[in-house]
């Protein structure tokens, strides 16, 4: 484990455009241990081990499915297909049967996010004629459609310094999102540099924003400004790919001044301010998963993961972007998450509290994340909770 380090161990930023890369101080603390990038294997294999239970018929329907959202993707911006109008979907993955499916308990079941209302019979009937997907017109299996509307990207509202995770944050020109969490460079000179995690559309713009433009703490819809509320600069982002390629990450990092953030994420209780602690061992995400976050618009919330594997298109303001390998999670009661909750850290919901995800885009009532593995692996980070 790492040794237990203090805020001045790590460098401030400048103001503006960080300095040029040359070799800093890494070697003073420990490197990641290799634990941690078996981990991330480990997720992987576990992701995969898990589809590989699942019947054929529904991975090839689902396959079909994610072709006919990967040309809807690649179309001009703001022109729907008229198979993808036609067939109401916005996204599909492999969920856990329920009494609707007709799927037996626990076992898997085809589901697919709708922008209206829709039964079972009805999808199938309008993605065999309309989309041409042939083993949905030639199979039976259990089938979830979930009403989500369009899925849009998503936008603790108050100061606070030091600013922990799940309050408000955000690029000067964008609303809100939330910081989701520390972390910090894998190697030399980034291993000392303090960083904000939260989405690429949060931090970055989407894709607009250029490095060492400044972050704040609230996000300028909460009534942060520049430089006054500046907590962070832009360090890195993972572009999304509006042209119709697969994207798999929604993530940004924010260099901080290590005394103007803390390691503890908040949720505010009964008017009292109260802070905890995650782990930092990523474990890969399963359905029926218990999980939590604690976000800048719905607070600390507790879901369910229903679905793995998923591909869903996300609107961008009018752009469209196609992610693949998502997680789908839905709340019990209420909404797991609302717009303003994108960058919340997803951990488990038991005594480790382990990271899952990057939370960043929802629609009617399911939430979408980023693995939290291909997260920290797109910036070469681990993470410092």
Known sequence: ??????????????????????????EEFEPPADAATLAMEAGDAEIEAALAQVDPQILSAKAELEKLLAEHARAEVGIQSAEVMEANIVGVGIGLGDPASGAPPGEPSLEVYTIEPSTEAEMKARLASAAGVSALAE?????????????????????????????????????????????????APRINRLMILSNNHVLANSNSAAIGDCVAQPGPIDGGRCPADQVAVLERFVP??????????????????????????????GGVTRFFRVGTTPVAPARGMLVGKSGRTTQLTRGTITAIGVAINVNYGGRIARFVDQIAIRAATGDFSRG????????????????????????????????ITRVLAALDIQLFT
């Open 1 to 26: 484990m790492p040794t237990k380090r203090t805020r001045n161990e790590f460098e401030d930023p400048v103001e503006g455009k960080p300095p040029e890369e040359s070799h800093g101080q890494g």
């Open 139 to 187: 199979a039976d299996f259990p089938m979830n459609v979930v009403c989500t509307g369009i899925i849009d990207a998503q936008p603790h509202r108050m100061r606070m310094r030091p600013a922990p995770g799940g309050i408000s944050v955000g690029h000067f020109r964008i609303t809100a999102g939330t910081l989701g969490c520390l972390a910090r460079g894998r190697t």
């Open 240 to 269: 999304i790919n509006f042209a119709g390629g697969a994207n798999v990450v929604d993530c940004a990092t924010a260099w901080a001044w290590p005394d103007r953030v803390r390691r503890e994420l908040m949720y505010i209780s």
């Open 340 to 371: 303003g909750d994108s960058g919340s850290l997803i951990w488990t919901w038991d005594a480790r509290r382990a990271p899952v995800g990057l939370l960043f885009a929802g629609g009617g009532g399911t939430t979408f994340a980023n693995r």
